[in-house]
């Protein structure tokens, strides 16, 4: 058979493929159901510490890019601006009063950068991982940038959520998501992803939000949250009317190039992957390496080996965990997984094996 034809065919098996790897590793609605019950009680008990208090999800449980079993994330906004709140205090009172009410095994960390909550459930039928959570406080970013992942994901679904979830089980599995670790996070992923179907794909499969303005008068153009412009277009009706992308290519396509950019195009040592404003310098961002740490650790020289822009706080390198180590491995993983796509194009259901070995 012609090679083309083959190549053809090993596409559109991998694009079926995806689907089907990706499908049971959803979440089932039992695990949902849950969850939401554990939200909504820890919700009633903080309540009780603080009336305006509300508890919300954030992160993949909501963004639509959760896996099954994966953490929960949770974040306590406190709607009464006379409350005088200090989040390692609440900490403190939610811990006690957690480990009093319930039999989460609890765990404060009110004294870290951002404080955190740490609350784990020990495994059940319903729930044979147990459940692990984080509650923050305040975080509001975290519901925005949370909100702007999830329009995306809305826009073009079938492509969309099947790269990040991939991506993320693949980077999972190739131990190359551990921020702690020197690799980098989930969020970091999806970001990466995101600004490859927005910026790198040409024509783009995604519009860029944060660009789109409202038909409407200009008024919403900026929205401040702490000092950051939130502000992205999030009317999905008016989107899924009046936006349709002319990038027909499938989600196998899609991938492999992906890893292909990745490996050979994206420039490491000097860009910064932006999705609010495209490829920039790290010297336009101040991000370089070779900063003058005067004498401090190689931690320090190590943060901006691998630039992501967060969307909103844009002083922040989401990928500033990565050190030359990880983004030696990351780069790595990206080639091991053009060669393994483009190398074997016999079955793509052993390709996807292999790749997430
Ligand atoms: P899994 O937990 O691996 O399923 O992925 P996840 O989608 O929950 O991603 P992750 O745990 O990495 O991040 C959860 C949420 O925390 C993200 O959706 C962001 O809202 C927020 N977040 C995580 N890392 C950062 C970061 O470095 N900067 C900012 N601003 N927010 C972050
Ligand atoms: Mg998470």
């Known amino acids: 058979m012609h090679p083309g034809v083959l190549h053809r065919r090993f596409l559109n098996d991998l694009s079926t493929s995806l689907f089907s790897f990706v499908l049971p590793l959803l979440p089932t609605s039992e695990e949902l159901n849950v969850k939401e019950e554990v939200r909504g009680l820890i919700e009633k008990l903080i309540k009780t510490l603080e009336p305006s208090a509300r508890l919300l999800s954030f992160g993949s449980s909501c963004n639509s890019f959760g896996l099954r079993n994966s953490d929960m994330d949770l974040v306590v906004l406190i709607d009464d601006p006379n409350a005088t709140i200090e989040p390692g205090n609440f900490v403190e009172s939610m811990a006690s009063l957690l480990e009093r009410e319930t039999n989460f095994n609890v765990k404060p960390l009110p004294r870290a950068r951002i404080p955190i909550l740490k609350l784990e459930l020990a495994p059940s039928p319903a729930l044979p991982f147990g459940i692990a959570c984080d509650?923050?406080?305040?975080?509001?970013?975290?519901?925005?940038?949370?909100?702007?992942?999830?329009?995306?994901?809305?826009?073009?679904?079938?492509?969309?959520?099947?790269?990040?979830?991939?991506?993320?089980?693949?980077?999972?599995?190739?131990?190359?998501?551990?921020?702690?670790?020197?690799?980098?996070?989930?969020?970091?992923?999806?970001?990466?992803?995101?600004?490859?179907?927005?910026?790198?794909?040409?024509?783009?499969?995604?519009?860029?939000?944060?660009?789109?303005?409202?038909?409407?008068?200009?008024?919403?153009?900026?929205?401040?949250?702490?000092?950051?412009?939130?502000?992205?277009?999030?009317?999905v009706e008016t989107l899924r009317r009046e936006w349709s992308s002319v990038n027909f290519e499938s989600v196998g396509e899609l991938l492999i190039d992906f890893f292909r950019f990745f490996s050979h195009d994206f420039q490491f040592n000097n860009s910064v992957l932006s999705l609010r404003a495209g490829q920039l310098t790290k010297e336009s961002k101040g991000w370089v390496n070779d900063i003058d740490v005067g004498g401090l650790n190689e931690m320090a020289r190590d943060r901006n080996r691998l630039c992501i822009e967060d969307p909103f706080e844009i002083t922040y390198n989401v990928a500033r965990t990565v050190t030359k180590d990880g983004l030696y491995t990351i780069r790595g993983e990206f080639m091991r997984a053009t060669r393994i796509l483009t190398q074997r194009p016999d079955r793509a259901v052993l390709a996807l094996a292999e790749l997430c070995r």
């Open 135 to 235: 509650i923050g406080i305040e975080n509001r970013l975290a519901i925005e940038n949370t909100r702007l992942l999830l329009t995306y994901a809305t826009i073009d679904p079938a492509r969309v959520r099947t790269l990040v979830l991939f991506l993320k089980v693949w980077s999972k599995r190739r131990r190359i998501n551990s921020p702690y670790r020197g690799t980098l996070s989930s969020y970091g992923f999806t970001l990466m992803v995101l600004y490859y179907l927005v910026h790198v794909k040409q024509p783009p499969v995604l519009p860029n939000l944060q660009r789109i303005m409202p038909m409407r008068p200009m008024e919403e153009e900026e929205v401040m949250l702490e000092g950051r412009n939130v502000y992205f277009f999030d009317d």
